[in-house]
Each structure stands twice: as C-alpha cells, then as structure tokens.
C-alpha cells in the first residue's frame, strides 16, 4: 500500500477551502486526495471554540505528530514493563487483563503482548502460561455427538434481543487436563447474565438432566422458558428436562458455540477467581465478594480494577429471583460500594433490610454482577440517570423487585 500522509502545507489548503465553504468532496479534488482523507482529517483534528468547530492546520499538525510518537513498537519495550508482564503472565493473567487493568505503568496491548509471547521475547515463548494454549493435536472430543433435538433455528427470534428473562443457556466445564471424570454444568441467563455452576461427578445424561432441574426448579416458571446447548451427549435427556421444568431445549448448530456466547465467556476463568476475570465475564455470590474485598493481597486485580470504575450493578436474590439495581460512584468506585454491601449485607437498602430481618441467612442467596460500566469522571446525576434507565428496562421496582424507588 502506497500512502502518503498529509503534509502542513496540505493542511493549510484544507483550512483555506474549509473557510471559504467548499464542500469535502471539492476540498479532495483540488488538494488530489480521496473525500474519506479530508473528511477523516477534519474529524480528527477539528478544533471547538466556543462549541463551534473550526480547523487551524498547525494544530491538527501537532495533534498528528503527537498520535505518530505513539506508534512505534519500540516505546513500550522497557525492562520494568517487561518484568511486570512476566510476573503477571506466570500468575495466570491473560494478555487481556495485563493489559487493561489499571496500574502505574503504560501498557502495550493485548495484541502486542500476544505477538511478544509468540516472537520469544516474553517468557522465552513459553505458551503454558496462556489459559488457551492454542491448538491442540493431542485430545480429541470423547465425548459423542448428538444429533436430535430441535434447533436453535427454530427458537423464538425475540430470545435474540434479551428483553425478557428466562432464557438460559446451559454447558459442560472438564477438566483441562482430562484426568477426571467431574466436571461443572454450567447455566447462564442471557438477560440477566445470571450464572450457575453446579459439580457433578460424571458427564453421563442422567446426571446432567438432574443437576439442571435441581438448579432451574428452585426459579418461578416464568423464569424458564427456553434452555439452549450444544450437541454433546450429556445433553441426550433433553426430552426429560423440557417434561420436569415445563419448557423448550434447543440446540446449537455444530461447531458454533457463539450461539450461546453468553455462557461460553465466564468458562474461560471459571478456574481461578483470584485474577480478575474481565467487567463483563463475572457474576459473584456473597461469599466470593467477600472474599474479595477481605483480602487484598491475594485478590489485588480485582481491587485495582474494581476501584477504577464507577458502574451500575445488579443484585439477584437466587431464592425467588427478584432483582436490585444500584450504583457506584465516588473516589472508592465500585469497590467501595460492594463493600459497604459485604460489612453491613444490605448496603442500606430498605427492602433488603425487611428481607433479612425475616431471613437473617438470606443474604448468602444474593449475587452480584455488573450492568454497564462508567467513567469515574462522569457526574453523580448522570450516573443516577443511567440508573434509572436500568431499573426500567428490567423492572426492578417493587413489587416485582427490590428498589424502593
């Protein structure tokens, strides 16, 4: 590709017909470029004065020559930033999470620590960090296929939009290694993002079908209406699920698991709690945001990460369902919030507190998860507004839910 970036005196031109009122496409012709270059520079480098915007060709060169100092490899291949990802690497962090959790250093991407890993300059090319490991040719799936059921294309198209709950996705989580026949099933709500696991000794179809209904059966009928898996035989008693928890089961097409995206995610670091998993790919009961918040040492990601943000959240009393939405925001972020939740187990909610005053033991039942994710500089009312908004779409208020107001 030959590409030639604009130079100031380009620029200069640009500033003089943009003044004068010329449209982009007549900019382009006169200056020899394509109208996607002027209109991207414009875009970029614009200036607002006064919430008008205007274009000055010294400033947007100086906006380029600041973005081009960025872009060279070599800026973040310092020996501290590369022991530091070393010793997060060796603790099982994904180039994911190094990447994005907050910490004093300027970190390269996820992408550039992936090709560091693969080049051999990050822990000598050693792949058994990594949670995937690539491409295995050594295990094959023993586990069979199944080939009846009704599809997944013949499920209702409104399950698609997640505007209603009670419809989960279920999955099996084995051990890595192979070396045991337990396993997890695994069920995730897809509005909610709602997610059980539940041990069981063997992948048999019999022991799945009962691990499913003793997890869904404990939730109103209107809370299952729809279960969706793959082929794996451990799903064969398919028929028998749908009679005990009066729903329908579906099943995905072979070899596309992003059909059921919602559970696919939280497997990945279903293994070790101790690292933080990601905003989006976790849901944590009262005991393991307990543990989080008590110890510091152990659990120092998701104390940097959680701190970091403001958020709305999502509690779920898994008794009968009801739902509460909050938010956090402030210096502490998130993590403040939740802990006002783990020391006083209601975070002063008024209908929480009427609950355990009938049920002290109820808050062991209460699970957290994240809804949307803010920026710690954005207003108090703003983040009360996006509340709002929240406790609407998934009617939280009482007496379906658990917000007073």
Request: glycine fraction near 6%.
């Amino acid at each position: 590709m030959n590409y030639r970036h604009l130079s100031i005196e380009e620029r200069s031109c640009i500033r003089k017909y943009y003044v004068d009122g010329l449209s982009y496409r007549e900019i382009a012709r006169l200056i020899g470029r394509n109208v996607s270059t002027v209109s991207r520079e414009i875009r970029r480098n614009c200036t607002h004065m006064y919430d008008i915007p205007t274009y000055y060709p010294h400033t947007a060169q100086k906006k380029y020559l600041l973005r081009r100092s960025y872009c060279h490899r070599g800026m973040f291949r310092s020996q501290e930033i590369i022991d530091y990802i070393e010793e997060k690497l060796r603790a099982t962090w994904s180039p994911e999470q190094i990447a994005c959790t907050p910490c004093e250093l300027k970190m390269p991407s996820w992408r550039t620590i992936y090709r560091w890993i693969y080049e051999k300059y990050l822990v000598k090319g050693n792949l058994k960090v990594l949670r995937r490991k690539g491409k295995s040719h050594g295990v094959k799936e023993t586990r069979g296929k199944y080939s009846k059921g009704k599809s997944i294309r013949k499920r209702d198209k409104s399950v698609y939009s997640r505007q209603e709950a009670g419809h989960w996705e279920a999955d099996t989580v084995v051990s890595g290694q192979g070396k045991s026949k337990a396993c997890f099933a695994t069920l995730a709500e897809r509005k909610t993002r709602f997610y059980i696991a539940v041990k069981m000794p063997d992948r048999r179809a019999e022991t799945m079908e009962n691990a499913i209904v003793a997890a869904l059966s404990a939730f109103p009928p209107q809370l299952v209406k729809t279960i969706t898996c793959d082929r794996g035989t451990e799903f064969a008693n398919w028929r028998r699920i749908e009679e005990r928890l009066h729903c329908e089961v579906y099943f995905t097409d072979p070899y596309c698991a992003w059909q059921k995206g919602t559970n696919e995610k939280p497997i990945v670091t279903i293994h070790d709690k101790r690292v933080f998993s990601g905003y989006e790919d976790f849901v944590l009961t009262y005991d393991e945001l307990r543990e989080i918040v008590k110890d510091p040492t152990a659990y120092e990601s998701w104390h940097a990460a959680l701190s970091s943000v403001n958020a709305v959240y999502l509690i779920v009393d898994r008794e009968n369902g009801r739902q509460y939405v909050g938010s956090a925001y402030g210096k502490g972020g998130l993590l403040e919030r939740w802990a006002h939740y783990v020391d006083s187990l209601h975070g002063g909610n008024k209908l929480m507190k009427e609950l355990l005053c009938s049920y002290p033991e109820r808050y062991t039942h209460f699970q957290f998860s994240i809804l949307q994710l803010l920026p710690k500089t954005v207003k108090p009312e703003d983040v009360i507004h996006t509340e709002t908004l929240w406790k609407k779409k998934l009617l939280s208020y009482e007496p379906i839910g658990m917000n007073a107001n």
